[in-house]
């Protein structure tokens, strides 16, 4: 690999957590995190990225957060969250503190079907009444080999927080592969609904829920700041 191939491998992999929905100044991407959400440090260190042109959000149009679980008698359930948004701190000089953020709205979820999607934001699974938001915070990125690494960090679900690992591969037919202001990739990682206290009807629908993350990312533009 090159030297700038490694480079954008490495920024994807934080990038690719950064949802957005449509917010064009620094205090829009930062909003949703504030109010004890997120640990006002990390708030600090995307708003000091961001003077420096280190903060990136996803192209909505081509943003995907989407989920499938299994279920006795429909088969396999595909689903996705349509409200979703977030941000990313990310400097090359100091990949210790960088920080990616995804804030999802549990009320969001489209499955095609209204009868599934009612019974998923009842209290029976995501009661998204008492949990309207789902937070992922990453903590750190393990490059592997071929394009290919593995993004940890926290995942906050119907009130309750655990480690996840999400596998990441560079998508080699997106547009703007390789360019440090716009990548784009994929994500998945598979965890078990009873981890987060949502045991019902589990002899119906399975435990595992994969969900998978499609984003194309660009970065902000310093001058866009100074709007917020």
Same mark, same amino acid.
């Given at each position: 690999?090159?030297?700038?191939?490694?480079?954008?491998?490495?920024?994807?992999?934080?990038?690719?957590?950064?949802?957005?929905?449509?917010?064009?100044?620094?205090?829009? $991407?930062?909003?949703?995190?504030? =109010?004890?959400? $997120?640990? !006002?440090?990390?708030?600090?260190?995307?708003? @000091? %990225?961001?003077?420096?042109?280190?903060?990136?959000?996803?192209?909505?149009?081509?943003?995907? /957060? @989407?989920?499938?679980?299994?279920?006795?008698? %429909?088969?396999? #359930?595909? =689903? &996705?969250?349509?409200?979703?948004?977030? =941000?990313?701190?990310?400097?090359?000089? *100091?990949? +210790?503190?960088?920080?990616?953020?995804?804030? $999802?709205?549990?009320?969001? +979820?489209?499955?095609?079907? %209204?009868?599934?999607?009612?019974?998923?934001?009842? *209290?029976?699974?995501? *009661?998204?009444?008492?949990? !309207? &938001?789902?937070?992922?915070?990453?903590?750190?990125?393990?490059?592997?080999?071929?394009?290919?690494?593995?993004?940890?960090? *926290?995942?906050?679900?119907?009130?309750?927080?655990?480690?996840? %690992?999400?596998? /990441? @591969?560079?998508?080699?037919?997106?547009?703007?592969?390789?360019?440090?202001?716009?990548?784009?990739?994929?994500?998945?990682?598979?965890?078990?609904?009873? &981890?987060?206290?949502?045991?019902?009807?589990?002899?119906?629908?399975?435990?595992? $829920?994969?969900?998978?993350?499609?984003?194309?990312?660009?970065? #902000? !533009?310093?001058?866009?700041?100074?709007?917020?």
């Amino acid at each position: 690999m090159t030297r700038r191939w490694l480079y954008s491998l490495a920024l994807s992999l934080v990038l690719f957590l950064l949802g957005s929905a449509g917010a064009a100044s620094t205090g829009e $991407v930062c909003s949703a995190f504030r =109010g004890g959400k $997120v640990e !006002p440090e990390i708030i600090t260190q995307m708003l @000091e %990225a961001a003077s420096q042109g280190h903060l990136y959000r996803v192209q909505q149009g081509f943003s995907r /957060v @989407e989920f499938c679980v299994r279920h006795a008698l %429909a088969g396999r #359930i595909h =689903g &996705e969250f349509q409200d979703f948004e977030g =941000g990313v701190s990310l400097s090359p000089d *100091d990949s +210790i503190h960088n920080r990616a953020l995804l804030l $999802v709205r549990a009320n969001s +979820i489209k499955t095609g079907n %209204a009868a599934i999607e009612a019974l998923a934001k009842d *209290d029976l699974f995501f *009661d998204a009444e008492r949990y !309207p &938001e789902i937070l992922f915070v990453s903590r750190r990125f393990e490059i592997l080999d071929s394009g290919k690494a593995r993004l940890y960090g *926290d995942l906050t679900l119907h009130g309750v927080t655990r480690p996840v %690992a999400f596998e /990441v @591969e560079l998508d080699p037919d997106a547009p703007g592969r390789g360019d440090a202001d716009r990548l784009a990739l994929h994500a998945r990682t598979t965890v078990r609904r009873s &981890e987060f206290g949502m045991t019902h009807f589990k002899h119906l629908v399975s435990d595992e $829920v994969t969900l998978c993350l499609k984003f194309v990312v660009e970065r #902000i !533009p310093p001058r866009m700041m100074a709007s917020g």
